[in-house]
């Protein structure tokens, strides 16, 4: 029989206003054109076009100015082609321009679902069993471009949860390109997106153990310019370019609240979304904290594992994984060092479960295969809902398998503190199956988790339902691991 669990009644459903203003550019020679026509405004004319542009979206978004001067920046070398230059503009001019350049996004008018949750850095000012949580979702709009966004919640003594409402404003994090790369990671990484061998050995010779972007660029540049036009080697060299926009830091505005910030595909190895964020809250060996989150990178083409790193969600390091074990979906990072070394659960097959140690986050090799499908409910597939969850009985392991009319499920399976390639107990039968309400959306038939956190003894999953919104379950704590250690 399976174990009572009791459904949460907060519901989150996609909320198509959550929009970002992105830069848009529909081709260099339209481009053109559009400048050379503003260009021929008077200032009274450029004043009475912008200003009401303005007064409407201003309200839509934070500092809408500074977002149209951005893109009318982006712009600078076509404007340089009708003959004119961006610092003679006058600002308007600059805004104006900026917002021919510019076009909304529905982060979320898709689907909002796949939630993570983990505690919250401030847990100041709380009464007893209480407990304040982020809580990342998998945000989908239009063209199903996947992003990171956040909602901040509260559990109270009796795991009632109620969920901030978000803000009005949807904010993009601004890039720095200031990473040092380390050349084997750098390279390996480069060979396995299939870019250029011959190139790849140039970068070997003429750089550094580690390198930053600006000596990469100038090797690639120079590399793109003696290709004699050459569109395929043009495209391997671009794509270096991307691959080292996988390695940046991302950074928010202070004045941000955690529902403001989205997590946007900004590299072209992500161009077709960011997948599943398992959130962690990581214990160094000295006591200290840091939160990390495994992803996946979707090109259209290819996928690529990815870590982000961050102490206070306002300041992000972002890097790709390493490794014959980092080929794949689905990993999810331990919550501390084991025997000395990170671990990793990983499914580089995309049907059984994985274990990997590592002296690096960012390096994983010898995947050992821990777990395989045994059960009806989980016989085409199995993977990981997030990171493991210590107890004093084992590593936690909230898991999803997938059975027949390829349904979805969510279940547990228990393994050992020390050794955990050893396996203590799996459930039997799922833990949550969609019910009829859950069972329609942008994909039937499935719930799904990226992360769980344990308050007041019970075991709180958020899950998505059908690909399309999220919801909590609570499960007793002492009952599931009963059951996980006797079967």
Known sequence: MRIPVKRLSVKISPDPKRVIARFFFNGEERAVHIIKELLQLKKEEVFDSISPILQEFSKRHRNITKILIRHCKKVKGCIALVGSDYKSLDYYTRLLIGSYFTNEYSIESAAFFNPSAIPDPDQSNLEEGQLRLIISFRAVGEGHISSIAFRRAMLDKNNNISVIPAGNYVSEAETIRNAIYNKRLFLTKASEAGINADFLKNVDRRLGHEFDYAALKDIVLEARDQSKGDEKLIHQYNMILALSDSYREISFSKDTDISDRVIFPISEFEQKGIEDARFVKFTNEDGSNVYYATYTAYDGIRIMPKLLETSDFYDFKVSPLNGSGALNKNLALFPRKINKKYAMLSRIDGWNNYLMHSDSINEWNDPVKIQHPEYQWELSQIGNCGSPIETSAGWLVIIHGV???????????????????????????????????????????????????????????????????????????????????NG
């Open 403 to 485: 059975g027949p009319m390829r349904r979805y499920c969510i279940g547990a399976s228990l393994l050992d503190l020390n050794n955990p390639e050893k396996e203590l107990g799996r459930l039997k039968e799922p833990l949550l199956v969609p019910n009829p309400d859950e069972r329609e959306g942008y994909v039937p038939n499935v719930v799904y988790s990226c992360g769980s956190v344990v308050n007041n003894g019970e075991l709180i999953i958020p899950y998505g339902l059908s690909d399309y919104s999220s919801s909590f379950v609570a499960v007793n704590m002492k009952e599931l691991l009963e059951r996980l250690k």
